[in-house]
């Protein structure tokens, strides 16, 4: 427990750090207005909206799980998401046979910004599962809540997979399947290696996070709340798309899909996956007796 100057010290973070979480949601918003508003503009508000999100993601983790705890996150998900990926490019086990399209560098096939995605949503996802899940999203907990609260995370985060990934895979041409059966480009196996992949990093969080003992903040209601806007923000790309329906097609495994329908397909997944379960978290957070601060 932190006393004297170490706890003052602590608190006046708290009080700055908070603020620029809210900050980061407000200009989240505002660059899915840009997009909205000026189609022209996606890119870079897209762009814009990722850097938001990294950002929070490091700020939300450091100041629940401490410097300590929030490295042991990203460190977990970081070499899950590269090892499962860099073997899945070679073998196709077990996203099936794939290849990533994005410039830059790729160490074994696998661009950073992929291993950054697993970071940041899987964040989200862990912190609406434990809003979910838990008595109490802040505590650490064991017996069967141990293993309970890393599946839930595994399926909400597969549900943004559910959403992106064929829009990735068609309208933005980020990678590409051998065998792009399924939903729109996007073969099942896909998604089955998002499960696998994202229940092995919440797993091993779940196994090593009372190591890290909650903070103060995480008795807040308005700490559990970020997360839970930050996710329903994840999907605005799929719903503001409908206000400028997207023009072109994309040829799939010797289909032709419309870039319109891609996008149109996202919204409607989106309604019973990230809409959902963000409620999910929202109801649950209120259902609760208020937060004292």
């Known amino acids: 427990m932190l006393t004297g100057t170490g706890a003052w010290q602590s608190e006046a973070r708290m009080k700055v750090l908070t603020p620029l979480c809210w900050v980061l949601l407000v200009l989240t918003v505002l660059a899915a207005a840009v ?14 909206q990722m850097g938001f999100l990294i950002l929070f993601v490091v700020v939300h983790a450091w100041l629940g799980y401490s410097a300590r ?20 490019v070679a073998t196709g086990f077990p996203f099936g046979s794939y290849v990533h399209h994005l410039p830059g560098p790729k160490p074994l096939g696998v661009p950073p910004v992929a291993v950054a995605s ?6 989200l996802a862990w912190a609406l599962a434990r809003v979910i ?28 997979d559910l959403v992106n990934d064929p829009i990735g895979a068609t309208a933005h041409d980020w990678y590409s399947y051998d065998h792009p059966t399924g939903a729109l480009g996007v073969p099942l196996t896909n998604f089955l290696g998002w499960l696998l992949t994202g229940w092995l990093i919440f797993q091993l969080v779940a196994l090593v996070e009372t190591r ?50 891609v996008y149109e397909s996202g919204a409607s997944a989106a309604l019973f996956t990230i809409l959902l379960t963000g409620i999910m978290a929202l109801v649950r957070l209120y259902s609760r007796q208020p937060s004292p601060r």
């Open 118 to 123: 697993w970071i940041m949503f899987g964040w």
């Open 35 to 48: 997009m909205a508003v000026r189609p022209s503009l996606a890119a870079q508000a897209g762009g814009a």
């Open 133 to 160: 899940m838990r008595p109490a999203p802040g505590v650490a907990v064991g017996g069967a809540e141990r293993f309970t609260t890393p599946i839930v995370a595994t399926f909400i985060l597969g549900g943004y």
């Open 69 to 88: 705890g929030m490295a042991a996150f990203v460190v977990i998900a970081a070499v899950v998401a590269f090892a499962l990926e860099a073997i899945g």
């Open 212 to 261: 890290f003992p909650a903070r103060p903040v995480t008795q807040s209601r308005g700490y559990w709340l970020l997360p839970c806007l930050f996710w329903l923000s994840t999907a605005t790309q799929v719903f503001t798309s409908l206000i400028h329906p997207a023009e072109g097609v994309a040829v799939r495994g010797g289909k032709t899909i419309q870039i319109a329908d």
